[in-house]
């Protein structure tokens, strides 16, 4: 089995020789597919994040007029995100991603839906994320869904997890939906 780095180096290179434009329409794939989601639908709360690079842009979900959006926002004191209502006003944070600008943290139980990022995804809901376990520390702290989201050569028969890793209930590609039955 490849190990998360050799996981991430893969996928990284499939990104590259890809190149950034066909994902960004690839990305329209995936936002459709997602608002199929019944978790989706059902939800009024959604967690969600500022694409990098090579991301799925999920911005177009945001105009959603019937949802209420949240992004993370990093915690200089605890070293953690937590996750606030999208403002019209965003600046740049610490790791150079976009934050809402001033930030209302949402409740552990305020959040129906959490839709996540990832470099890899199994059909377990397994998710690899860049690193440095910043998801693995924010999505326990709230009782929402979480669907994870990628392009679908991100999507792996099996990849390894820890204990600590946080798995997905669905997991959206630009070509199918994985729903998982997890207890978390």
Do not use: W
């Amino acid at each position: 089995m490849m190990t998360k780095a050799d996981i991430r180096r893969r996928i990284s290179e499939q990104k590259r020789a890809m190149g950034f434009q066909t994902l960004e329409k690839r990305s329209a794939a995936v936002i459709q597919k997602i608002q199929t989601l019944e978790i989706f639908k059902a939800a009024r709360t959604v967690g969600a994040y500022m694409p990098l690079p090579g991301e799925v842009d999920i911005t177009p979900l945001f105009h959603c007029s019937e949802k209420i959006f949240y992004l993370p926002v990093f915690n200089e004191i605890s070293g953690g995100y937590r996750m606030a209502q999208m403002t019209e006003k965003l600046q740049k944070g610490r790791f150079g991603i976009y934050e809402p600008v001033p930030s209302v943290f949402a409740a552990e139980d305020e959040l129906d839906l959490i839709i996540v990022p990832g470099i890899a995804f199994d059909c377990a809901g397994c998710r690899i994320g860049r690193g440095g376990g910043f998801y693995d520390r924010l999505i326990p702290q709230y009782s929402a869904k979480r669907a994870g989201i990628c392009f679908d050569f991100q999507c792996l028969e099996t990849i390894p997890a820890e204990p600590h890793d946080c798995r997905m209930d669905a997991v959206v590609t630009d070509i199918r939906v994985f729903k998982v039955s997890n207890e978390h």
